[in-house]
């Protein structure tokens, strides 16, 4: 199994429509983050958190410590948002000498369409 | 955006063959990490910097080296490169240990 496991791997939605992204991980955590990768390759870091909930725009992560669990949240779902949306975790503190080794999830394709 | 800047971005090689992937920041962050993207798994570390000529290993790094001799370089090396070694690698940076990270656009490597 591995550490970090999101779902659903590929999500079809129309124009509009919320969106809701979901990661479990199985290890205590420091951080998370929520990226975008694009079609092409570039990878965009979203947020980072480790408590609570933030937003930016139309996006929402939020992250339940207690439940090894965040969600990304998309309202009013546009087909720019098509991409593939990874999350990705940061276990303990490390030192500074550890860097920002993170463990990513394999990421689920979102597809808006018209 | 963190100003990264990969070379080259495409690349085809023959087994046996060296390469080296260079990865340029203008952001004087610290910290440099190259990963590697392959289907079925999620990017994977295979070396990482803390500074310059401070180098540690991640958890993909059998086969590949780096350096870095400057704040603004880090350099991935296959030594002899070898057909797992087809991938899409990603260069990041970071300013501090367990804030952002910026990637850069990635490197097609492809082993034949």
């Known amino acids: 199994k591995n550490e970090v496991e999101q779902s659903p791997q590929n999500l079809t939605a129309q124009e509009g429509e919320f969106i809701t992204i979901n990661c479990s991980y199985s290890?205590?955590?420091?951080?998370l983050h929520w990226l975008q990768q694009h079609p092409g390759g570039g990878i965009v870091s979203l947020f980072m958190l480790s408590s609570g909930k933030k937003k930016h725009g139309r996006l929402i992560a939020t992250i339940n410590i207690q439940e090894k669990h965040s969600s990304l949240h998309i309202t009013a779902s546009h087909p720019r948002d098509s991409a593939v949306y990874i999350c990705?975790?940061?276990?303990?503190?490390?030192?500074?000498?550890?860097?920002?080794?993170?463990?990513f999830g394999e990421g689920t394709q979102l597809t808006v369409n018209p | 955006d963190a100003g990264i800047t990969q070379s080259p971005r495409h690349k085809v090689t023959e087994t046996g063959t060296p390469v080296t992937l260079r990865c340029h920041q203008t952001e004087n962050h610290r910290y440099m990490y190259w990963y590697r993207q392959d289907p079925g798994h999620g990017l994977r570390l295979i070396h990482y910097?803390?500074?310059?000529?401070?180098?540690d290993k991640g958890e993909v790094s059998d086969g590949y080296s780096v350096s870095r001799s400057k704040t603004e370089d880090f350099l991935l090396t296959l030594e002899s490169a070898t057909s797992s070694q087809t991938s899409v690698y990603f260069c990041a940076t970071g300013q501090f240990s367990g804030n952002t990270i910026y990637f850069g656009e990635g490197s097609w490597l492809t082993v034949v």
């Open positions: 990705a975790v940061r276990s303990g503190t490390g030192g500074e000498t550890s860097g920002s080794r993170l463990t």
């Open positions: 290890v205590g955590i420091s951080a």
């Open positions: 910097s803390y500074g310059v000529k401070d180098t």
